[in-house]
């Protein structure tokens, strides 16, 4: 992204802004841009002074290019670090060697007062064996909020699904134990819903992504599946168009864009065999509509190996709010 283009983005949504935002940098690796993240984290803060508003900084890293000066910076403003870490299995398609770097990395992050600190583990089927060994190796480290993420642009195949049941039935128990001990959950997974209901994508709707060309979208996710597809039906739905045509023609075009967007809720996904609907885990269960696009399929489909993760993901949640639950 240029210079330019994020200073037009702060000019243009900086009026709108409510007292307090979330801005939020990713890749690609962002780091990549660091003098130009320094540059808008200054800007926002200049812009800050003499107005109600807050801006709340997050940054997602693999964490190759982060030192103690990038991180003296962010944790001055309190910034929020997701960092990508697989554990036992950051060496399955990651750089050779990089488990050693980025587990003495999250020991210093840990060591920062300042710095709020989520790591993302993915996982895939050839690394699913795993996943419980790399869980208990992070959280052992001192790591008190993790994401348990799925690679779910493949798919996994009817044993792959077997070994995760039992890792996570496996991970399951240590987080209770974990539990009992410090009355906390680590793991985002087994954390209780804090309200059932019909899921919806916020995308277009509680937030906004702009690209390095300068356009809206309504997530990362949609940016990163139909950007480079400029003659797509895809680009056309979902894209906002420029900055400029998005403030300028916000009555027409934005709402027009975000009609195509309030079709993901969960009660209007399908499998091959029912609606999602009919299913009696409809109220606790979600899918992103791009994270396992694939063309001339429409994103309303969900595969068969999703939903059966999804399962498995609910009835672990359910099997751990069972046990803690007063």
């Keep these: 992204?240029?210079?330019?283009?994020?200073?037009?983005?702060?000019?243009?949504?900086?009026?709108?802004?409510?007292?307090?935002?979330?801005?939020?940098?990713l890749g690609g690796e962002p780091l990549l841009a660091w003098s130009l993240i320094e540059q808008i984290v200054l800007d926002c803060e200049q812009r800050s002074k003499g107005e109600n508003k807050k801006v709340n900084f997050?940054?997602?890293?693999?964490?190759?290019?982060?030192d103690p000066d990038k991180l003296s910076f962010m944790e001055r403003r309190c910034?929020?670090?997701?960092?990508?870490?697989?554990?036992?299995?950051?060496?399955?398609?990651r750089q050779d060697n990089s488990f050693i770097k980025i587990s003495s990395l999250t020991r210093e992050i840990l060591n920062r007062q300042h710095l709020q600190l989520t790591v993302n583990s993915v996982?895939?089927?050839?690394?699913?064996?795993?996943?419980?060994?790399?869980?208990?190796?992070?959280?052992?480290?001192?790591v008190k909020d993790l994401t348990l993420s799925l690679d779910l642009t493949q798919s996994w195949p009817l044993q792959?699904?077997?070994?995760?049941?039992?890792?996570?039935?496996d991970l399951r128990r240590d987080v209770i134990a974990i539990h009992k001990d410090t009355g906390h959950i680590p793991i985002d997974i087994y954390r209780p819903l804090t309200e059932k209901g019909i899921w919806r994508c916020n995308a277009g709707f509680e937030q906004f992504?702009?690209?390095?060309?300068?356009?809206?979208?309504g997530c990362p996710g949609f940016y990163e599946t139909f950007g480079r597809l400029k003659d797509s039906s895809g680009?056309?739905?979902?894209?906002?168009?420029?900055?400029?045509?998005?403030?300028?023609?916000?009555?027409?075009?934005?709402?027009?864009?975000?009609?195509?967007?309030?079709?993901?809720?969960?009660?209007?996904?399908?499998t091959r065999d029912s609606r999602c609907f009919l299913c009696p885990l409809v109220q606790e269960c979600s899918v992103c509509p791009v994270g396992r696009f694939s063309p001339n399929v429409s994103l309303l489909l969900v595969p068969d190996y999703i939903c059966r993760i999804n399962k498995i993901l609910i009835e672990e949640r359910q099997a751990v709010a069972g046990v803690i639950s007063p």
């Design 235 to 270: 680009y056309n739905d979902y894209c906002f168009g420029t900055m400029e045509e998005f403030f300028n023609q916000v009555g027409s075009s934005y709402k027009r864009i975000l009609q195509n967007y309030r079709e993901f809720t969960m009660d209007n996904f399908h």
């Design 79 to 93: 910034f929020r670090l997701e960092l990508s870490f697989d554990g036992l299995a950051q060496d399955w398609g």
């Design 160 to 169: 792959s699904l077997q070994v995760l049941a039992q890792q996570l039935a």
């Design 209 to 217: 992504t702009l690209s390095q060309e300068g356009e809206i979208w």
């Design 1 to 25: 992204m240029s210079e330019a283009t994020a200073k037009r983005a702060l000019d243009l949504f900086w009026p709108y802004a409510h007292e307090e935002v979330r801005l939020c940098f």
């Design 58 to 66: 997050a940054l997602t890293t693999n964490g190759s290019l982060l």
């Design 123 to 142: 996982f895939t089927p050839g690394s699913v064996t795993k996943l419980r060994e790399s869980m208990l190796l992070i959280m052992e480290m001192g």
